[in-house]
Every structure is written in structure tokens, then in C-alpha cells.
């Protein structure tokens, strides 16, 4: 167990989490699942050094089944890795990282964020990217 996996076991995170499985219904807001069987996480849109899970607002906390939570820690695998097979500075590449997490969460969050809307989102995270390499490499 990592160091900062431990802090789940609190009793702090537990309440938090119940509050949010709660709050979304004991639904998962990636795909709709709910129900005997089904095994709901609490996911964080993004994490800061030295903060505690159960510190994030609530609205950077979403239930996702197990089956979308680790789908989704799957995708940002491939994304942090196409990060480092495109060459991108290893800040860059966590940059990027945290913006898609953030967007995808974004988008549980609020049906409204169709996929329009999340394909605009993507193309401006992946052209900020590319201009603050563009940035880095003048210094």
C-alpha cells in the first residue's frame, strides 16, 4: 500500500465518499450503473501535493463503477505514455495528463459536455500544450 493510499482507510475519506456516492445517486455517472453487484469508486478530477482525498471540493469528486474507474486509469496510462513517446518534457506530459483527467471528470460531472464539447476541450489542452514546449524550448 502507498503512502498515500493509506489516507482511504480514514475515517475522513470514508464520510466523503459516502457523501458523494450519495450525492450522484449510488449511480455511476460514466455509464449509469447502479445496483447489487455493481462496485462504485469515488474518483478525483485531479490531485495536489500534501492535500487529503477527503480536502477536494465536492464537485472534483465523481462515483464511477469499478468497471469506468479503472477504464479510465487505463486511458490516462496510454495518455501519460504517448506523452513520453511524443517527446514531451515529463512537466508537460503531467500537464497534459491533468487537464484530460480533469475534462473527462468535467464531463461526468455535467451531461451537458457532449462530446463536441469535449473533443473543443481536448484540441485546446493538446494546442496549450504544444505552445508552452514551444515556450520552454525559447528559453
Known sequence: MSDYSKHYKDS??????????????????????????VTLNVHHAY????KMPWEYENDMLVTWCEKCHEFRHRSMKNIQQDCLFMDLPAFNGLWLLARFNYAKTLRALDPAVDDKLLATIAEA?????????????VK
Do not use: F, H, P
Open 47 to 50: 490531485y495536489e501535493k500534501g
Open 125 to 137: 489542452i493538446v494546442t496549450e500544450a504544444y505552445e508552452r514546449i514551444e515556450r520552454e524550448a
Open 12 to 37: 475522513r475519506w470514508q464520510q466523503k465518499r459516502l457523501e458523494i456516492m450519495e450525492r450522484d445517486n449510488w449511480t455511476c455517472r460514466s455509464c449509469g450503473a447502479k445496483g447489487e453487484g
